[in-house]
Structures are given as structure tokens and as C-alpha cells.
């Protein structure tokens, strides 16, 4: 007889019995044997604690960056198959990019690599879609993904091999930079080298051709291009700096 007055509403488990298992409603379920396929919890990242410059990161509150990166947590990877077809598929392509990711940071001198978010509201979703009850429990201490690429977890592996295998590892929402630079919010890099213990941003943009020298100073709403900056020198505000080179120690001006 495999018929069953047990409504599932009341299938939440207080303890185990010699006979079975207690509910909470306080019911007894006998059972010859008990296999416990369900319940589990997510453990994210092993368990790791993770600090940027001393403070603590709120996985919860940052944005997977092509499914392999956080959003301001420096030269960390991290790596979720699919859950629409073999799982290895996709960690292989992320394990691959990530190399050469790692590989273009050392090529240009720089000592790390972190994703930016474009705008500190960019609308963004649960980071995956999968109904099982141990990824529903475990959504709000996840990182969240965006609505669109590179910010988005993508489940096709055609077009995962074609970016992860075959694009190129930069890309705008990347800043690369020696140690000892800092690098304030809403900044844009591209293709632009940076010398060490500088000051960046906020809302600096460095376009391609940029070379920084040690201890630059790119402040705010400071746009630079095809322009070579030499150590300490300094554009604190509101300046283009184009098609040049610029020397030692220059103040250069709004």
C-alpha cells in the first residue's frame, strides 16, 4: 500500500526517531529508511572571507562580471557551470579566459585587474535561473548578474566559446593598474597604462594610447588620449589631454 495521509504542508522535520522522523506538527512518520536527497545549503566560495583594503565583502551586494569576477574585488575568479547542460563545459572556457586574463595583467606590467560597474544602479537579477530549492534558499546571499552582457550569466556555450575562448580579455568595464594606485568610483580605462602609487578618478576616462608614469594624478572629469604623462605630474579637474607628451611634475590646468 504506497497511498499516504501526510499532506506535504506538514513535511517540515523537527527530529529524528528510533521509528522514523518528528514533524513539526508533531506527528510521527514511521520509515524503514530515510535518504536525505534534499535540504541541503549552499556554502559560497568554500566558506572564504574576503576583504578589499580591510573591509569585508558583501557577496550578496556585488555583480558577477562575465560570470567569473565581482565587481571591485581585485584579481578574484570564481566559476558556476551550466545547469542546462554539462557543467564542466562552461567552468573549462571561464578557467581558459581567466589565464589569459592573468596573462595580459603580467604582459603590461600591471599588479591587478578588477571589473567596474558602468553606474552604481545598473539594474541587475538573481544570479541564477534555477528552480531547485537549495539555489532559491541560497539566492540572497548570492552575487547578482546584470541584464545584459558582460554582466550577464550566460547558459550557451556557443556563445560563451565565441567571447570566453575567442574575444579579447579587455574590455571597458575592466581597470588594470600597478600596486599602490588608487582608483576612485566611475573611472573608464581602455588599452591605457598605469604607472604606480597614482591617484585616479572619480570620473576619470584614460583611452587608448594613454602611458601614466609613477605617482599621476588624473582627477575628476579628466579625459586622456594617445598622451604620455611622465611621474608626478597632475591634472586635477576638468582638462583633455590629447596627442601629447607631458613631463615631469606638470600642473596641468582646467
Known sequence: DWSSD????DLRIRTFTPRGVALQ??????????VTATGLNL???GGMQITVDGEPVDF????AFKGMMLDGVPNFAF??????????????????HFCRLVKHTEQRGQAFCYAQ????????RPLLDFGAGYVQRALPMLPRQGMESPWLMSMNYLHDAKVLREGPVTDPNLRFAKAGTRIAAFCHFEDAVIGPDGVL?????????TELG???????????????????????????????EIGQRVNVGA
Open 43 to 45: 556554502q559560497l566560495f
Open 117 to 124: 560597474l558602468p553606474s552604481p544602479d545598473m539594474p541587475t
Open 79 to 96: 566559476a558556476v557551470g551550466y545547469t542546462n547542460s554539462s557543467w564542466t563545459l562552461k567552468v573549462g572556457l571561464l578557467c581558459e
Open 214 to 244: 609613477p605617482e599621476v594624478h588624473i582627477g575628476n572629469f579628466v579625459e586622456v588620449k594617445k598622451s604620455k604623462i611622465a611621474a608626478q605630474s597632475k591634472a586635477n579637474h576638468l582638462a583633455y589631454i590629447g596627442d601629447a
Open 201 to 209: 578618478g572619480p570620473y576619470a576616462r584614460l583611452r587608448p594610447g
Open 6 to 9: 501526510v499532506c506535504s504542508s
Open 25 to 34: 506538527s508533531g506527528r510521527e512518520l514511521e520509515a524503514d529508511i530515510v
Open 60 to 63: 550578496s551586494r556585488k555583480v
